[in-house]
């Protein structure tokens, strides 16, 4: 299995900040890499996939960079309903795995 | 629009198995594999297995191979995931999600079924 390490575990920020969350992999994955975005009782919602393609209706503060084994999640312009916990997932196989999660609080 | 609809919560006995289903409505089943994925309490994200409608066939995580079957019912688009001889670390929220282009980004997500094991 490919282990993705997310760092930090925990980020503050206030509204309005703009933050950066990383996700590496211990080998290369190419840009078969996604991010999920969850909230507390809800299930993960998938905002971003091959490493930079924004999902429909996803709004555009939301951004995706990177390759090989290095990635970066950034969200501009912080909303109070962007306060979640973020995973990011590969698929560069079909043994998919994710990383341990982010949260972002206030 | 398609939706992955999940069974109720289970409370489950240590050593006893657990079945959990996912009604797919709103859309053509077999054109796009489910995969499952589980959350322990206040863990993170771990994939389970998929099941694949095109080859009518299943595979696994390696932590969960002869553990966990995967199955389906084309006739009502339900998925159903069993997993057995359950120990208290299975406690659990389970999630189907659609892998629409297996392997691939999973798209849309069940709303998850608990599941807990206790004597």
């Known amino acids: 299995d490919i282990q993705m390490t997310q760092s930090p575990s925990t980020l503050s920020a206030s509204v309005g900040d703009r933050v950066t969350i990383t996700c590496r992999a211990r080998q290369s994955i190419s840009n078969w890499l996604a991010w999920y975005q969850q909230k507390p009782g809800k299930a993960p919602k998938l905002l971003i996939y091959?490493?930079?393609s924004l999902e429909n209706g996803v709004p555009s503060r939301f951004s995706g960079s990177g390759s090989g084994t290095e990635f970066t999640l950034t969200i501009t312009n912080l909303q109070p309903e962007d306060f979640a916990t973020y995973y990011c997932?590969?698929?560069?196989?079909?043994?998919?795995?994710f990383g341990q999660g982010t949260k972002v609080e206030i | 629009q398609v939706q992955l609809v999940q069974s109720g919560a289970e409370v489950k006995k240590p050593g006893s198995s657990v079945k959990v289903s996912c009604k797919a409505s709103g859309g053509t089943f077999s054109r796009y594999t489910i995969s499952w994925v589980r959350q322990a309490p206040g863990e993170g994200l771990e994939w389970m297995g998929r099941?694949?409608?095109?080859?009518?066939?299943?595979n696994y995580e390696q932590n969960f191979q002869g553990r966990a079957t995967i199955t389906a019912d084309k006739s009502t688009s339900t998925v159903y995931m069993e997993l057995s001889s359950l120990r208290s670390e299975d406690t659990a929220i389970y999630y189907c999600?659609?892998?629409?282009?297996?392997?691939?980004?999973?798209?849309?997500w069940g709303q998850g079924t608990m599941v807990t094991v206790s004597s």
């Open positions: 091959k490493a930079s």
């Open positions: 997932q590969q698929y560069n196989t079909y043994w998919y795995t």
């Open positions: 099941f694949i409608p095109s080859l009518d066939s299943a």
């Open positions: 999600a659609r892998d629409l282009r297996s392997p691939g980004p999973l798209d849309m």
